[in-house]
């Protein structure tokens, strides 16, 4: 049990002593062998030389640029590598977020209030798009229209066919975080600019890394506002950029799109409070590191980093192809590989393969769609892709061996029905107690076989359990 709040201080090298133990409990964020959460290019010193730059700026606040300039000039820098990145022009604004969902947010506050006489604003996406845009709806209280997708990709006359009066944006991935696969961005682009709708790209995954692959020669189309008709687009460092957590981009067309974004604030007592952003007081540790990130690896090095990635994707993907028992669910044309199953449990799979020390994500069903594995490949997999078909080979016969995952045998259920007692009695019966999460297959199965509600239900309870305060 830690106390944060000792009665008497307590030494520096003891603090980080603790704090090295306890990180040793976490998945491995180097080694090439998670496929998610966390991005790695296996630089030498990068890690470093961010955690350098970050203490820099750690305690200056971006709430006021005028009173820290530094950050306001750091966050220039990097909004202007983005527009460059992602085809801007000299009109393309934007802003540092703290985050994808939050990029998102203010993409969908921005369109939002860009049209005040629209009482009930709707957000038309793919049912591919990722789910911080049903949180973005959720909490600015924009409808959402989910749209279902042709072989995993957004159908344009779907999309077109959904697109109403009262709708003030309609979004679109490049690509989607489940499969990894670029919506036709082209034509989605044409028929908003034709109905004369925002349109955002939500490039947050793949949007420092498409650039790079379309310049080794991927076969992928446009995504970015290069393409007329995009009137956003976001993009997250701390994913294919390589920066610490903390830090994304959302990029406007032009200064008058991004203009409804702004929250200004001065009938009150205090200073006039004028946020770009959902936070008032911002770190400048995120943006600094983000920005040494950038510097350090540079354009060059990003194109050395997603050939790695591109040929890591090339020899998981031949390995799934090539053991029976799995099989390629999306075509790996990005950074994802995801598979399907022929004939063994995904799940028991998924364990078989993190005890093998290879830590992928499962992705649940969905409609139409059957649960799927999903791993988020980065350039550090270049050096332990080729020993990966060996283990998912011996991970698939251990699969077979241990048979489907049982179910514990349970009522009916409704959302309601999850309390806190329930949550805590399921929790022990499936060894979730003592906070060992190495075996999910049994949970995952039941998530699995649950209604997306009564998902959301079951998680809600069970992240609920786990946060409590420690006490001495
Ligand atoms: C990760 C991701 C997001 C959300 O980003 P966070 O940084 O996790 O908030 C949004 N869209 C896509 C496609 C993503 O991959």
Redesign the pocket.
Known sequence: MIDALPENGVPGDRILAELHALRAGDLPTHGGRLFAYVYDPAVDGLDELARQAYAVSASVNGLDPTAFPSLLAMENALVGAAARLLGGDRATVGSVTS????S?ILAVKTARDAHPSIQHPRLVVPSTA?A?FAKAAHYLRVGLDVVPVKDLRADPSAMAAAIGPDTVLVAA?AP??AHGVVDPIPALAALCAERGVRFHV?A??GGWILPYLRRLGADLPSFDLSVPGVTSISV?L??YAYAPKGV?ILLHRTEELRRPQYFAYADWPGYPMINPVISSTRSGGPIAAALATLRSIGDNGYLDLAASTRSAVQILSDAVKNTSGVRLFAPPETSVVCLASDGVDLFVLADELAARGWHTQPQMAYRSLEPTIHLTVTAAVRDTAPSFAADLSAAVAAARARGPVEVPPLPPLTPEMITPEFVAGLAEALGLGAGDFSRMAQVNALLNAAPPQLREALLTGFLSHLQRPSSE
Do not use: I, Q
């Open positions: 985050g994808g969902t939050e998102l990722h911080a991935s989607s975080y939500d947050c995954f997250d701390h994913k994304s």
